[in-house]
């Protein structure tokens, strides 16, 4: 990758921060220092492995799975469960089951999780939940492998009286050594008003580990959110820098490019070049409606250029393209998607965003960012498909 830092004319690589900044490598002036905003506290795994929490504006570092961390841009989300930790509360119904709370180590790192004890096969333990009709929810919770043979967790419908998720056996995604986080995304039926959120529910009798429960409105599990006596906000996570100068092109041709997790594949974006003052003149990409997408965009109008074949969920690695005639999409180490540009370069971009599109509503996903680069050039194509090869 050295190769291409050397070319581009802004690198941010997911390193140096402090409250409110997130610094580039290039350019090393304030030209590369990315305002950065969430007005809550949220959570993160850091180097250690550990899940901690971090304050109010503090860019977030995210080891998840990985040695190279990654920044994580998220929408506002809020966890819906009461007491998250403290599945002893009565804030969870119980049934053949005991709760010993604080037997062991959690993914926090202190020894704050609970042993469930199912001492018959119709045990249960759950909480119900006040929900929005025909509407999509992520359910998640981290468990570790006890006794227990089979553990299941389910999601009911208390207002129609069914399930929406029928007892899941989840036992082979959990081990004795390592804490698992468990996702499961639904969509509530309609007239659905209340849930129960059971996250051992039915299984064979034995132990098993639990803590960190989790349900939040959308179609993907985002940061753990703990709670105790009421429901808990984390709010969005924001990266720009206005005015950034000499360091954006002025004329095409220019490349994008962004590593980066997308989710959705709807409204997602890596790396937009804005004027944020129109909100409507920009250079950006990304998936929409499944696809990659390429897209600038002006008062004259958009182009757009659009894959054939749907997205990859997940990590992705995506360069665009943008000269005076065209707009090619690559990803994943290959051309995915080009069109005929016809829009004029527009010289009011003058702004970055990344992760997402724009700042002001939560209609797009914020994306967790590992790496983000911006070239005063039009890279070829045999360097865009070794730029983005995963």
């Given amino acids: 990758m050295s190769a291409f830092y050397?070319?581009?004319?802004?690198?941010v690589v997911p390193s140096g921060y402090k409250s409110g900044k997130i610094y580039a490598q290039k350019p090393l002036t304030t030209d590369g220092q990315l305002t950065f905003t969430?007005?809550?506290t949220a959570t993160r795994v850091n180097a250690s492995g550990a899940l901690?929490?971090?304050?109010s504006g503090v860019p977030r570092l995210d080891y998840t799975n990985s040695s190279c961390p990654k920044i994580l841009l998220e929408p506002q989300r809020s966890n819906l469960l009461l007491y998250s930790q403290g599945f002893d509360d009565s804030a969870w119904d119980k049934a053949d089951v005991t709760v010993t709370?604080?037997?062991?180590?959690?993914?926090d790192g202190t020894q704050n999780a609970d042993t469930i004890n199912a001492t018959a096969e119709g045990q249960r333990i759950n909480q119900s939940i006040t929900v929005s009709a025909s509407t999509v929810y992520t359910f998640s919770f981290y468990a570790k492998k006890g006794t227990m043979?089979?553990?299941r967790y389910s999601v009911y419908d208390l207002s129609n009286g069914a399930f929406i998720l029928t007892q899941v056996n989840y036992s082979s995604l959990i081990n004795s050594s390592t804490w698992t986080r468990i996702t499961a995304t639904f969509t509530t039926p309609s007239g659905c008003t209340s849930i129960g959120i059971y996250p051992v529910n039915g299984a064979t009798t034995g132990t098993i580990f639990i803590w960190g429960?989790?349900?939040e409105a959308g179609a993907y599990a985002t940061s753990y959110i703990p709670t105790t006596t009421a429901a808990v906000t984390r709010l969005k996570d924001f990266a720009k820098k206005e005015n950034i100068g000499g360091t954006l092109p002025t004329a095409y041709p220019f490349t994008l490019y962004s590593e980066s997790d997308f989710y959705l594949g709807t409204d997602d974006f890596g790396l937009s070049m804005i004027d944020i003052g129109t909100t409507n003149t920009y250079y950006t990409f990304?998936?929409?409606?499944n696809k990659y997408i390429g897209v600038a965009r002006s008062s004259a109008g958009e182009i757009v250029a659009t894959s054939t074949a749907n997205y990859t969920p997940g990590l992705n690695k995506i360069a665009v393209v943008f000269t005076s005639s065209s707009i090619k999409v690559f990803a994943n180490g290959g051309l995915v998607a080009s069109a005929t540009n016809t829009i004029s370069f527009s010289a009011g971009v003058n702004d970055i965003i990344v992760g997402t599109l724009r700042e002001a509503a939560d209609i797009n996903t914020r994306n967790s960012l590992k790496q983000a680069l911006v070239f005063k050039s039009a890279l070829t194509d045999a360097q865009c498909v070794e730029l983005t090869t995963l």
């Fill in 286 to 289: 990304g998936t929409y409606s």
């Fill in 6 to 11: 050397d070319q581009a004319s802004l690198v």
């Fill in 38 to 40: 969430r007005a809550s």
């Fill in 101 to 107: 709370a604080n037997t062991t180590v959690s993914p």
């Fill in 52 to 55: 901690e929490t971090v304050a």
């Fill in 149 to 151: 043979v089979t553990p």
């Fill in 213 to 215: 429960a989790m349900l």
